[in-house]
C-alpha cells in the first residue's frame, strides 16, 4: 500500500477525507490525552511501566480481576494512583475538536482504550469506552452505580452505599473480559461500515483495536493514522500523519473551517 506520510499534502488529502466522510471512527488511546497532560503509557498500568507494586507485585497483577477479589486494598490503591493522576487532566484540542466534528457529522463515533473521560467532557457524544471509565462505580452485589468526579473523599477500598458491599471502579482489569454492551455497539457501528477510520495516538496492540483499521485497508476504506511514531497499523493505513494529536487536529480544523482551531471551534 502507498503511504502518505506527514505533509501539507497529506494534511489537505486527510482534510478533504473527513470533509466528505459521514460515518467516520476514530480511534484512540494514551496519546491523544498527552497534550491534556497525562503520560502514554502501556495497557490501564502504563504509569508504572515494568515496575513491581510496593507489595512486590507486577503492575498486572496489582490490577487484574483475581486481586481485587482476593486483595481490594492492593488493586484499589493503584487505581487510585491513576484516577489521581488524571484528576486534574481536562480535555486538549484533540478531544475538543472531535467533539466539535461530531456535532457538524451526527454519524461520527469514537472508539477509546481510555479511562480518563476526557472524551466525554469534552462532549463526545457517539462514545464506546471500550475499557470503562475510572469515574463510574459499580456495587459488586446489588445494581448500584454511581458517577464520582474524583476519589477525593473516598475510603478505600470503597463500600456501596446501598447495601455496604465492595464496589469496584468500572474499568476493565488484567484477566477481564471486555464489557458485552461496549462490544455490542462496536460491532453495530462496524456494521453501519465506516467510510473512514483514524487511529490516534494508540499503538494498536489490541486485536480489537487494531480490527477496524485492518477492516479498512481490507475494503478500500481511508485508513489514517496521527501518530508520531509507528504502530502495529502503520503498515496498514493509507495515509500517515507523523505528529502529536492535538497539533494535527488543529491543522485539520483550520482547513475545513475559517474560524481558529482550539478552543474557540464550537468546543
Same mark, same amino acid.
Given at each position: 500500500m502507498n503511504i502518505s506520510i506527514s505533509s501539507e499534502a497529506t494534511l489537505d488529502e486527510v482534510a478533504s477525507l473527513l470533509g466528505r466522510a459521514r460515518r467516520p471512527l476514530f480511534i484512540t488511546g494514551a496519546g491523544i490525552s498527552a497534550d491534556s497532560g497525562l503520560p502514554t503509557y502501556r495497557g490501564i498500568g502504563g504509569l508504572y511501566n515494568d515496575r513491581v507494586t510496593e507489595e512486590g507485585f507486577p503492575i498486572e497483577v496489582a490490577l487484574s480481576g483475581n486481586m481485587l477479589t482476593s486483595r481490594p486494598d492492593v488493586t484499589w490503591r493503584y487505581i487510585s494512583q491513576i484516577e489521581n493522576n488524571c484528576r486534574h487532566a481536562g480535555p486538549n484540542a @484533540?478531544? !475538543?475538536?472531535? &467533539? &466539535?466534528?461530531? !456535532?457538524e457529522i451526527p454519524g461520527l463515533w469514537v472508539l477509546t482504550q481510555n479511562i480518563d473521560s476526557l472524551h466525554r467532557k469534552a462532549g463526545s457524544k457517539n462514545l464506546i469506552e471500550i475499557h470503562g471509565t475510572v469515574h463510574r462505580l459499580l456495587?459488586?452485589?446489588c445494581d448500584d452505580e454511581r458517577e464520582v468526579p474524583d476519589y477525593e473523599g473516598l475510603t478505600l477500598p470503597p463500600t456501596c452505599s446501598k447495601c455496604g458491599r465492595p464496589v469496584r471502579p468500572d474499568v476493565v482489569l488484567f484477566g477481564e473480559m471486555l464489557p458485552r454492551q461496549a462490544l455490542g455497539q462496536l460491532a453495530r457501528v462496524m456494521d453501519e461500515k465506516p467510510d473512514m477510520v483514524v487511529s490516534i495516538g494508540t499503538t494498536s496492540v489490541f486485536p480489537y483495536i487494531a480490527h477496524p483499521v485492518w477492516w479498512a485497508s481490507q475494503n478500500g476504506v481511508a485508513a489514517v493514522e496521527i501518530n508520531p511514531g509507528n504502530t502495529e497499523v502503520s503498515e496498514m493505513v493509507s495515509h500517515r500523519l507523523k505528529m502529536g @494529536? &492535538?497539533? &494535527?487536529m488543529e491543522a485539520l480544523w483550520d482547513r475545513l473551517h475559517t474560524q481558529p482551531a482550539g478552543t474557540n471551534a464550537r468546543a
Open positions: @484533540a478531544h !475538543r475538536l472531535i &467533539a &466539535a466534528f461530531e !456535532r456495587c459488586t452485589v @494529536a &492535538a497539533q &494535527a
